[in-house]
Structure formats: C-alpha cells, structure tokens
C-alpha cells in the first residue's frame, strides 16, 4: 500500500502524539502508548502511525493512492494547529519519491 512519511522536529515530539491521538481519537480508532510513544490511527481509507523519539515525532499514513493527500492533509493539519506556538511543519515524502502536501502555520496577510 502507498506510504507517505514526515519527520516534524519539536522538543517535545510525546506531548504532540498524544494529543494528535486523543483529539483524532473522537472520529477514528486511536491509539497512543506513552511508555513505547508509538501510536497508531485508524481511517477508513488507511492507517497512520505516530512515533516520537529524542527531538522529533515521527508520522506515516498509508492508503490507496488517491487517499495519500486527504489522510497527510487531517494528519498534518491538526497537529501544525497544536503546535502553532512551536512553529512546527509537516513534510510529507511518498515513497514514490514525489512530495505530498507541507503544513504550516501561516499568518493571515493584514488587508
């Protein structure tokens, strides 16, 4: 199944996943394990995972093809809005090579 991975740099990657897992957790099946800080996500249209280590949370969502930018865009989306303080960007690289969508916070232009 097509894979799209993104490696967020945050000091503090636990605090991340699980609040990523518990606010997704009311819509799909979530699961966060504090003492191995992995945790998985289950969509209807694919799986994501969630793996935090010494200076970065480590994502990945898997689906069919056409479901890639939808599942990086929930994934990405709300954690960047969590982390808005912190600045944080998601990344996504497919494993087919080519990027998937980047998140980050912008600041609306003043009109």
């Known amino acids: ?65 056409a479901d890639l930018p939808t599942l990086e865009d929930v994934v990405g989306r709300h954690l960047v809005r969590f982390g808005a303080k912190d600045e944080l960007v998601v990344e996504w690289r497919r494993d087919t090579g080519e990027p998937g969508l980047v998140h980050r916070n912008q600041e609306e232009d003043p009109v």
């Open 1 to 65: 199944m097509p894979r799209s991975r993104a490696r967020v740099a945050t000091d503090r990657p636990h605090r991340y996943a699980k609040q990523l897992a518990s606010h997704l957790g009311r819509r799909v099946d979530a699961v966060w394990d504090e003492e191995s800080g992995t945790g998985t996500l289950t969509f209807g249209s694919g799986r994501g995972t969630l793996t935090a280590e010494p200076g970065a949370l480590l994502l990945a969502v898997e689906g069919e093809t």
